[in-house]
């Protein structure tokens, strides 16, 4: 369906039939299920958080911990090196470190300001960060969601 040129077809590759070297020794079944797991527990942590959205330190720590959850759970399927490579690669290289320093913030925000409106403010930013993290493994997503956003919000007086 598409075309992918250079060092994009020896990117593709069935990560989780490859060996692992190193620390990490699990099988196929047992990475999927780390996988499955720690994805679970993330998003367990993220509804928790919202049951107690009252409370901002406890929704940031709950909400924070259940998103870097969900994120590193990838880690068991193509391997911890490999996603940091893949964090790092120019085209997510910005929305890795606009995500992290969002989580920094909601932090910040919820444990050393107490502030719900700034803890609120930098979740939001940080799941958008997420969103636009997400989009850049998937060909050609950033640019459809980027003309469509500038299709609604475009107004020409």
Same mark, same amino acid.
């Given at each position: 369906?598409?075309k992918?040129?250079?060092d994009?077809?020896?990117?593709q590759?069935?990560y989780l039939l490859?060996?692992t070297?190193?620390l990490?020794?699990?099988s196929?079944t047992q990475r999927?299920y780390?996988?499955?797991? #720690?994805?679970l527990?993330g &998003? $367990? =942590?993220?509804? *928790?958080?919202l ?6 330190i406890k929704f940031?720590?709950l909400f924070?911990?259940g998103n870097?959850?969900a994120v590193?759970?990838?880690a068991f399927?193509?391997?911890a090196e490999?996603q ?5 690669d120019?085209v997510?290289?910005y ?5 992290f320093? #969002?989580?920094i913030?909601? &932090? $910040? =925000?919820?444990? *050393? ?25 998937i060909?050609?997503?950033r640019r ?9 919000f475009?107004?020409?007086?």
């Amino acid at each position: 369906m598409w075309k992918f040129t250079g060092d994009a077809d020896e990117e593709q590759q069935d990560y989780l039939l490859q060996e692992t070297e190193g620390l990490c020794s699990l099988s196929p079944t047992q990475r999927l299920y780390a996988f499955a797991a #720690c994805l679970l527990a993330g &998003l $367990v =942590c993220m509804f *928790l958080s919202l049951i107690v959205f009252v409370k901002p330190i406890k929704f940031a720590l709950l909400f924070t911990f259940g998103n870097m959850l969900a994120v590193g759970s990838t880690a068991f399927i193509i391997g911890a090196e490999q996603q940091l490579r893949m964090m790092l690669d120019p085209v997510r290289l910005y929305a890795t470190v606009i995500y992290f320093g #969002c989580v920094i913030v909601a &932090l $910040v =925000c919820a444990l *050393l300001i107490h502030s719900k409106i700034l803890t609120v403010i930098a979740i939001i930013c940080e799941i958008c960060a997420l969103i636009w993290y997400s989009l850049s493994y998937i060909p050609f997503a950033r640019r459809m969601v980027s003309e469509v956003t500038i299709r609604l919000f475009d107004t020409e007086i």
